[in-house]
């Protein structure tokens, strides 16, 4: 076996990722934590400054309830997701996030992140949830406040290493196990609770960028569905495996489309000029009740879209010229305020890509578009698995204990393995958190553990004869390579092992071809999943026979092997749910409508460790008492 040194770490609360589910949890967790004595230790595979889908930094938080102006209220929130994901969300858990993620934003503003104000004080809206913000810097702050609450409770962190397995105990989750990205060492986790906030994944589906734009995605790269393996592995339920998210977004750079349509007012249209939310209005009838009601869910407007596509009306663009005129045009009488309007909508224009996708600005710059003199095109991405955003695929966790459903067997956001939490992209059905969500989601779940720690924490046995042989398992990609690596010339060409980049691009080609990627014009059906799930006998035979040169791609091993079990759990999922649910994000022809009397409900599976067999799992939709 590799030389590997074994690091053991015995600590009361793991978190698993570093994100901002984790930093929230973090920070609640070490408040409490502190008070009874525990320790809480985090791990990340990355740096926790710039880690998780906010390294870059973001120009809006989408969740701002406003309860104590009276803006809105927690249940008028459960009703914008209930709309948006077509009826199916576990509302108690979205009532829990929605009546907490205002105090999580007031404290980002403690903590000294920039939310936009008017001259009255109050905070800038974007749309009716979202804040304008200053956000390069958001993940550094979020992360400094998750740091400080660490280490004034005695907490530890450690960044770069790849949590690769969970560690059980039957059924119960006592930790985690993963190895440095540095150095050769292996990471043995003991924990009496462990959250598991570990994001979303990428690169399961093939990308729209290959060649040269290889890797470029609108999700952060780095995700690579370590929450779902994680989860699945663990034996836990899980939820909306189906609920893919497939955002339309400026084309090739990824480049965000909120502050269009929502702060400019922009409006999509196809080449010919034509309108699709307008032209295409009747095809809503087709999904009502949701399609009829406002706001139009995302994935319908993606779908009309496609319809032009369909239709040869492609390309789609984003009327960015228009927008800015008319907002311009109230300012022309006076020359001079009409050049100042237009110059501070051209940088707020460029300003939204600067804060968060860069990449976005450069293509511009490269393909010489000025945002006020001509339209841009927009595009539908390949899917993506987030269940923060619109996606809501994730683990099915415990709802919050004063709210009469039938969802409840544990401490609140605990998965149905014992010890073992989920939050932000991890848990799901509770779509629609986004970062200000996931980061009060995290705190729901950090106190919660620790209670449940004070509650039911025994000393914890771990059998260190089963960490070897997962270290053993783990490890042994690199020791294939090295036993094998010299009998051909190229070593990247090997009868005795598939590299992970080989391993990634038959994944990927599997679930564009067969599960409705961008390849396939997001269609699928019953007879193209079977024959996807057939392919999969040999993709998951072969990725026993993954190799690794390095310390690298053992992390690249690994995340492939996480996005595989992401992907399974999709196609199962999809195969289950006989109807087309989300037309936008998939459409399955061969049921292409939606069947409320049949399918409105959550479609749950669990891998049995015992067995190693997927069960199918029907569960009942319950809307929150009153809402
Ligand atoms: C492109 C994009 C734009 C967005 N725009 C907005 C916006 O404008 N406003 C808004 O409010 N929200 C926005 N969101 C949503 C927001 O970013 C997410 O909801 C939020 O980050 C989810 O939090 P999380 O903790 O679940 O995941 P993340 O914040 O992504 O964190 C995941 C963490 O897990 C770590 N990790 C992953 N695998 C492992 C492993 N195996 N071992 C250890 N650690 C691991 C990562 O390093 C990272 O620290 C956007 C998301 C994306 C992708």
Same mark, same amino acid.
């Given at each position: 076996m590799a030389n590997f040194e074994t690091v053991e770490v015995s600590t009361d609360l793991l978190i698993v990722g570093g994100g901002f589910a984790a930093c929230g949890a973090a920070t609640e967790a070490a408040y409490w934590a502190k008070k009874h004595g525990l320790k809480v230790t985090l791990v990340d595979k990355a740096a926790l400054d710039r880690s998780g889908a906010v390294a870059m930094g973001l120009s809006a938080i989408n969740q701002y309830v406003g309860i104590r102006d009276g803006e809105n209220t927690a249940e008028d929130y459960v009703r914008y997701v209930r709309q948006d994901l077509m009826g199916i969300s576990r509302e108690d858990l979205v009532y829990n996030i929605a009546r907490h993620v205002d105090s999580t934003v007031h404290l980002f503003e403690k903590w000294g992140l920039k939310i936009w104000t008017d001259e009255q004080g109050k905070y800038v809206h974007e749309g009716r949830w979202q804040l304008m913000i200053n956000g390069e810097s958001y993940k550094v702050i979020i992360a400094e406040a998750a740091k400080n609450a660490l280490a004034d409770a005695g907490g530890e962190i450690y960044e770069r290493v790849f949590i690769t397995a969970p560690l059980m105990e039957g059924n119960k989750c006592v930790g985690a196990v993963g190895f440095s990205t540095r150095e050769n060492k292996f990471y043995v986790f003991k924990a009496k609770a462990t959250i598991v906030a570990a994001g979303g994944a990428v690169h399961v589906f093939r990308p729209r960028s290959v060649g040269e734009g290889f890797g470029r995605s609108w999700y952060p790269p780095f995700n690579t569905g370590s929450s779902a393996y994680f989860t699945m592995k663990a034996g836990a339920e899980m939820t909306c495996q189906e609920v893919r998210f497939i955002p339309i977004r400026f084309k090739d750079a990824y480049g965000p489309v909120g502050a269009w349509f929502l702060l400019f007012k922009a409006r999509a249209v196809s080449a010919e000029g034509g309108e699709y939310m307008a032209v295409r209005k009747d095809e809503l009838q087709n999904w009502a009740p949701y399609g009829l009601a406002k706001p139009i869910p995302a994935n319908l407007r993606n779908y009309l879209g496609m319809l032009d596509i369909d239709a040869g009306l492609g390309p789609?663009?984003?009327? $960015?010229?228009?927008?800015?005129?008319?907002?311009? %045009?109230?300012?022309?009488?006076?020359?001079?305020?009409?050049? %100042?309007?237009?110059?501070?909508?051209?940088?707020?224009?460029?300003?939204?890509?600067?804060?968060? $996708?860069?990449?976005?600005?450069?293509?511009?710059?490269?393909?010489?578009?000025?945002?006020?003199?001509?339209?841009?095109?927009?595009?539908?991405?390949?899917?993506?698995?987030?269940?923060?955003?619109?996606?809501?695929?994730?683990?099915?966790?415990?709802?919050?204990?004063?709210?009469?459903?039938?969802? %409840?067997?544990?401490? $609140?956001?605990?998965? $149905?393995?014992?010890?073992?939490?989920?939050?932000?992209?991890?848990?799901?059905?509770?779509?629609?958190?986004?970062?200000?969500?996931?980061?009060?989601?995290?705190?729901?779940?950090?106190k919660s553990a620790i209670r449940y720690i004070v509650e039911n924490g025994q000393d914890l046995k771990v059998d260190m004869a089963e960490v070897d042989k997962l270290k053993a398992t783990i490890l042994a990609p690199l020791d294939l390579y090295e036993a094998h690596c010299k009998e051909t010339t190229a070593p990247e060409i090997n009868p005795n092992y598939i590299l992970p980049m080989q391993f990634m691009f038959r994944l990927q080609k599997i679930m564009d071809e067969y599960a409705g990627g961008v390849t396939s014009a997001f269609k699928t059906s019953k007879s193209l999943l079977k024959r996807a799930m057939e392919l999969f006998v040999f993709l998951k035979e072969d990725s026993e026979k993954l190799a690794a040169r390095?310390?690298?791609?053992?992390?690249?091993?690994?995340?492939?092997?996480h996005r595989m079990w992401q992907g399974e759990a999709h196609i199962r999922t999809v195969f289950f749910r006989e109807e087309t649910r989300w037309p936008g994000y998939y459409f399955r022809s061969d049921t292409p409508r939606m069947d409320e009397e049949n399918w409105h409900c959550f479609a749950n599976c669990r891998w049995d460790p015992a067995t190693g067999e997927w069960e199918m799992i029907k569960r009942e939709i319950v809307a929150l008492p009153g809402v």
């Open positions: 789609l663009y984003m009327e $960015t010229a228009e927008a800015i005129g008319n907002i311009a %045009k109230d300012y022309q009488d006076d020359p001079k305020a009409f050049k %100042k309007k237009m110059k501070e909508l051209e940088s707020e224009a460029w300003e939204d890509f600067l804060d968060m $996708t860069i990449s976005q600005a450069h293509l511009w710059a490269a393909q010489n578009i000025k945002p006020e003199e001509k339209h841009s095109e927009i595009a539908a991405c390949e899917p993506y698995f987030i269940g923060s955003h619109s996606g809501a695929s994730g683990a099915w966790v415990s709802g919050p204990e004063d709210v009469e459903t039938p969802y %409840k067997w544990g401490h $609140t956001n605990m998965c $149905t393995v014992e010890g073992l939490f989920a939050a932000g992209d991890a848990s799901g059905a509770s779509s629609h958190k986004f970062s200000s969500g996931s980061h009060a989601e995290g705190r729901i779940a950090g390095d310390v690298y791609d053992l992390e690249r091993c690994w995340e492939n092997i």
